[in-house]
């Protein structure tokens, strides 16, 4: 049978493409045929030229035939969340305020995906303006259950076998969870490694860009050719980048210690599922109390965020409130009545978390609990899902892993979570991969989740 391009994940795509064995033009004429036979029933797209898609490719392929370097992308079709610039493209943010905005001017994520050799296919539908309102993206694994939010349609397009690569943006949950529910793997690096110029700002002390992929190398090689010095974004550090692909090939010196934790608001079957997890990880696994401060930590991560958004949001709220979603109104009302000290207080709270993590990861090497309360929830149940799982380790801006290690009764994904120590993206990287391998020998061989 011959080889379906659209099934490969992006280092074995970007690699036949280097050997010659299948062109760029090919492999996104894949992508696109794939798009077109799945998107009527998963949503997943808010925009897709498949013209500029096919063009991109094709003066790939020419410079890859005239022997000109070629990056660490080469070729490789990547999703863009539509709330991340794109000259020339729409970017509508998921709400009818923006509709026909298209940006002159690339996000600088996006120019660094297109310097390394990404094909950027479209634009992967975002929740409104990237917050809870419920999209029309579907769950490939179930069509009756939501996909998550707010990077929907990134976390679908990948599970589905649409594209290789998709980037989403996380504030909550909105990369981890959505991961989770598709059952793919979703990378949160650590706040601030990856420049936010040119991204819709919700809370700029929470929001940190996220990469979607079939496997954690493929993960690590998305986060690391968007990551650098950002000049127009204070998070970002004039530091080196992490060598992220290499930490996800390396075997780790030594077999990871993984301190187990079950945050509250968990469903049992996730619980149960956590807890047979740490069963096969025997002496690997071992389980830890609370930490300090972390229960209350989601709650915190609101207050903040529905502060900052009530601010980074007025002018869309002036300019068309009427049309945004009762959910969204909600959240500026409440944002509004947020206190300057509460809110400045809420802040102090990612350095006081970050100490505790930070002990107790010099006795281990990652925390491992579930990446969502449970599988996906109905789409009747009018949600995206809960970020209970998820942010804690937003506020803390440490890295987070979503892999996709267990299931339900009913076959849908229950995605566990890695959380490393802020700014050791690469060591996560390795302990996850390590994970996978150990659990999941076909992981780095794996091709794509029917959709």
């Not at 989770?180 to 936010?196: A, T």
């Not at 990469?211 to 986060?223: K, N, S």
């Not at 109104?329 to 300057?340: M, P, S, V, W, Y």
């Not at 149940?381 to 290690?405: E, K």
Request: aromatic fraction near 4%; charged fraction near 20%; charge should be neutral.
């Amino acid at each position: 049978m011959a080889l379906d391009p659209a099934s490969l994940g992006a280092v074995a795509l970007r690699d036949l493409i280097a050997s010659g064995a299948i062109s760029a033009e090919a492999a996104t004429a894949a992508c696109l045929k794939r798009i077109a036979d799945t998107e009527p029933k998963l949503q997943a797209w808010a925009y897709v030229d498949g013209n500029y898609a096919r063009a991109q490719a094709r003066a790939l392929d020419a410079q890859r035939k005239a022997g000109r370097a070629s990056g660490s992308l080469h070729g490789v079709p990547v999703g863009i969340k539509d709330v991340i610039d794109t000259a020339r493209m729409p970017t509508e943010c998921g709400t009818p305020i923006m509709r026909g905005r298209v940006p002159s001017k690339d996000a600088q994520l996006v120019a660094r995906l297109r310097a390394e050799g990404a094909v950027i296919i479209g634009k992967t539908v975002t929740t409104e303006l990237a917050f809870l309102e419920p999209s029309r993206s579907r769950n490939p694994h179930d069509l009756t259950r939501s996909p998550g939010g707010s990077s929907a349609g990134s976390a679908v397009a990948v599970a589905s076998g649409q594209v290789p690569l998709a980037v989403g943006t996380q504030t909550g949950g909105s990369v981890i969870r959505p991961a989770s529910y598709c059952g793919v793997v979703g990378f949160k690096p650590s706040y601030g490694l990856i420049g936010r110029t040119g991204v819709l700002i919700q809370s700029p002390f929470l929001d940190t860009i996220g990469a979607f992929a079939r496997t954690v190398e493929d993960a690590a090689l998305l986060a690391e050719a968007m990551s650098g010095h950002d000049p127009q974004d204070d998070a970002t550090t004039m530091s080196p980048v992490p060598r992220l692909v290499d930490a996800s090939r390396q075997d780790p010196p030594l077999p990871p210690l993984l301190a187990v934790l079950s945050l509250p608001g968990a469903d049992p079957v996730m619980t149960d599922a956590l807890a047979e997890l740490r069963e096969e990880l025997g002496d690997r696994a071992h389980a830890v109390d609370m930490l300090l401060g972390l229960a209350e930590a989601d709650t915190i991560r609101r207050r903040i965020n529905l502060a900052e958004l009530s601010k980074c949001y007025y002018a869309l709220e002036r300019q068309g409130r009427d049309q945004m979603s009762q959910r969204m109104r909600d959240a500026l009302d409440e944002g509004k009545t947020i206190l300057a000290r509460d809110y400045l207080a809420a802040m102090d709270w990612r350095q006081v978390l970050n100490a505790g993590l930070d002990e107790l990861l010099t006795r281990c090497d990652a925390i491992l609990c579930p990446a969502a309360t449970g599988p996906a929830p109905l789409l009747a149940a009018d949600g995206t899902g809960s970020a209970a799982m998820n942010g804690p380790w937003t506020l803390c801006g440490v890295p987070v892993i979503t892999l996709p290690l267990l299931t339900d009764a009913s076959g849908l994904p229950l995605g566990v979570q890695l959380i490393g120590r802020r700014g050791d993206d690469a060591r996560l990287v390795r302990t996850a991969n390590w994970l996978m391998r150990r659990l999941m020998p076909d992981h780095a061989n794996v091709e794509r989740q029917e959709g």
